[in-house]
């Protein structure tokens, strides 16, 4: 079975300096058919006008990954944590018992674009922490990158949650096989291109589940930059 999320059907949000697209209901966003995907709570596409951004807000029992297409985001946290997130980096912060963090355009002159997502975590009322790595375009080329796990296998980041998030660069005849555990789901978010999923033709900004099969494909990429989260069905 495979479920696809439409680009042009996310919730949207639009003020003066940010453009917001939400895969899952967000914010003001509300639709009780989009929830998210077992603990996979929110995707949310973001544009950012130079020299702003989300100010000091608290969070806690949410694992927070950022994920940066384009420009550069500035993060800063109550735990001091200060960093700048570019192409390439992925960024963790565990809220846990709580912690309060901005998110800033780095730049006065250009726009950044990023992917704010969130995973409910399945330990409650951890220590807050950060953590922060860059995954060259050579990993990720025609084939999976592990960039988030329980364990942080492989040199990846490590997470609260039984999920996994790989990230991938196809184009032209370069695929990569996903395979399913039974009572897994797997969630596919096109950040960017275009690319066949199951068989399925995805665009930048669609997203579709799969489930109740034991694989599919990715292929027939044109640019695309894949995230694949493999989640248990429940949070």
Excluded at 100 to 129: C, M, R
């Amino acid at each position: 079975m495979i479920y696809v999320r439409k680009s042009e059907e996310r919730g949207p949000t639009r003020i003066g300096w940010l453009d917001s697209k939400h895969t899952f209901s967000f914010g003001q966003y509300y639709d009780d058919r989009h929830m998210g995907v077992g603990p996979l709570r929110v995707i949310n596409e973001d544009k950012v006008a130079p020299g702003a951004g989300f100010g000091t807000h608290p969070h806690a029992n949410m694992e927070i990954i950022s994920y940066v297409l384009d420009g550069a985001l500035e993060h800063k946290d109550s735990m001091g944590t200060g960093s700048i997130i570019r192409p390439g980096d992925v960024q963790r912060m565990s809220a846990g018992t709580g912690v309060a963090h901005s998110e800033y355009n780095h730049s006065k002159t250009d726009g950044v674009h990023f992917l704010q997502i969130w995973v409910i975590p399945d330990t409650q009322n951890v220590t807050p922490s950060y953590e922060q790595k860059h995954f060259s375009t050579d990993e990720k080329r025609g084939k999976l990158r592990l960039v988030a796990s329980p364990d942080g296998r492989d040199g990846s980041l490590s997470i609260h949650q039984d999920a996994t998030l790989s990230v991938g660069l196809f184009d032209g005849e370069e695929r990569a096989q996903v395979t399913l555990e039974p009572e897994r789901t797997a969630w596919v978010q096109v950040a960017r291109g275009e690319v066949t999923v199951g068989g399925e033709k995805l665009r930048q900004g669609d997203g579709a589940q799969v489930a109740n099969v034991d694989s599919f494909d990715i292929a027939d990429g044109a640019d695309a930059e894949v995230l694949v989260f493999d989640l248990p069905m429940a949070a």
